[in-house]
């Protein structure tokens, strides 16, 4: 799924649940609240309106469309009862519910609701389960805080992989935790792109008065690699058996003829595309990246003396 349909997807069940529960709803208010126009709320409702189970008849589909200036929803026969979740389902959905609980971020609600999820999974005591989150970095607080006021800062940020030391204006729009360490996913100015920041690599955090819109639908916070200016890029292509990499890695598809597939492959190293090269064998070509062909030189000739010894 790409993020363009993830994104559209989280809107439209976001709001579906809303304007069921508030009927009538009036456009202007579903369009603000979810940050739809009134001509993407009608493509949405019109996407709606054909989903349902096989039959297809009208009790099978959802009726949803724009009235003057409501919204109106009815749903099929088979919303009127919640659907059972499986044993696997409902314990990913506790999980989820006790990780954002252990952040302290967590409301009244959500604790009532991890309750009672816990006591229907595991009746003789849901309290065995736990979910370790490490404490949140201090910056914490100041960049949520900043998160929620819309307000830029500037940090002064120690990269992980060259151990460079830059001072950044970022737009933060989320601060998550992932694998024991906590982040701050921003627009930075500075590269004038998306980025994410690993909170113990800020030294320090200013708060500008100048304040910024977020995006309607802000990418999914998760840890990935960002190419920057400074990568070394080079185009392998790959066979079949190698095509995971494309899946795996932040890479740009260029082209594909049935069992080849090029890619341009970024690295803030070329040493991490020859360790790859080097591991795929005759599944991968190096097509450009001078850099890279000489790490990958380097790599072979370490291996073999080391084979000879």
């Not at 790409?2 to 649940?17: F, G, H, V, W, Y």
Request: aromatic residues 8%.
């Amino acid at each position: 799924m790409s993020d363009r349909t993830a994104s559209r997807l989280t809107r439209i069940l976001a709001m579906l649940p809303w304007v069921i529960a508030n009927p009538g709803a009036d456009v202007d208010e579903v369009c603000e609240r979810f940050g739809y126009t009134r001509k993407e709320l009608i493509r949405d409702l019109d996407l709606v309106f054909v989903c349902g189970l096989p039959g297809y008849g009208p009790g099978d589909l959802m009726v949803a469309y724009v009235e003057e200036d409501r919204v109106v929803v009815d749903t099929a026969d088979y919303f009127a009862q919640a659907p059972r979740l499986t044993a696997a389902e409902g314990l990913a959905l506790l999980a989820s519910g006790m990780t954002v609980m252990a952040t302290g971020q967590g409301s009244d609600v959500l604790a009532s609701a991890v309750d009672k999820l816990g006591t229907a999974l595991v009746p003789e005591g849901h309290d065995i389960l736990t979910v370790d989150v490490s404490a949140e970095h201090d910056l914490g607080s100041v960049l949520r805080s900043a998160v929620i006021d819309g307000k830029v800062v500037e940090i002064v940020y120690t990269t992980l992989s060259r151990g460079d030391t830059t001072t950044r204006l970022i737009e933060p729009w989320t601060v998550f935790t992932s694998l024991g360490n906590w982040y701050v996913s921003a627009f930075c100015r500075t590269s004038q792109a998306e980025r994410i920041f690993r909170l113990d690599r800020i030294q320090r955090v200013i708060e500008t008065k100048e304040r910024f819109e977020p995006p309607a639908a802000p990418p999914e916070p998760e840890v990935r690699y960002t190419p920057s200016e400074e990568d070394v890029v080079a185009t392998i292509r790959l066979r079949r058996p190698a095509f995971w990499v494309s899946d795996y890695y932040p890479v740009e598809i260029v082209s594909e003829d049935g069992d080849s597939r090029t890619v341009r492959f970024s690295a803030y190293d070329p040493s991490v595309a020859a360790q790859l090269l080097v591991r795929l064998g005759g599944d991968a070509t190096l097509l450009e990246g001078d850099e890279v062909r000489a790490a990958v030189d380097q790599l072979r000739a370490r291996l073999l003396a080391r084979y000879s010894l």
